[in-house]
């Protein structure tokens, strides 16, 4: 069983940012692919990043390229999301999550086994 935290949301104005953190209980985090998704009102959930178990790749959706970055601390149980360059449109809950399987395609939610209780992000124009 795995338990993932997110921490990190608020309130922020267009342009600003934002450090979102999971963190992970467990003693084999680092064998779990990880990702991000988020969910804005009336909208399905969506994928937003991922990072392999080593951190070595990385993948993002399209409409966060160059804005957002996903890392890993296998340390310290945590990864994060630096949200940079905000814009109302990324305003939603985001939730990290953990994948048990071998294999998975990164950018589904099915591939994925625990989810977090999420974490809102708000973006004012």
């Known amino acids: 069983q795995v338990q993932l935290v997110e921490s990190g949301g608020g309130l922020v104005q267009a342009g600003g940012s934002l450090r979102l953190s999971c963190a992970a209980s467990?003693?084999?985090?680092?064998?779990?692919?990880m990702g991000w998704f988020r969910q804005a009102p009336g909208k399905e959930r969506e994928f937003v990043a991922a990072?392999?178990?080593?951190?070595?790749?990385?993948y993002y959706v399209d409409s966060v390229k160059g804005r957002f970055t996903i890392s890993r601390d296998n340390a310290k149980n945590t990864v994060s999301l630096q949200v940079n360059s905000l814009k109302p449109e990324d305003t939603a809950v985001y939730y990290c999550?953990?994948?048990?399987?071998?294999?998975?395609?990164?950018?589904?939610?099915?591939?994925?086994?625990?989810w977090g209780q999420g974490t809102q992000v708000t973006v004012s124009s």
């Open positions: 990072i392999s178990r080593s951190g070595r790749f990385t």
């Open positions: 467990g003693r084999t985090f680092s064998s779990y692919p």
């Open positions: 999550a953990a994948s048990v399987r071998d294999r998975l395609a990164y950018e589904s939610s099915n591939s994925y086994d625990y």
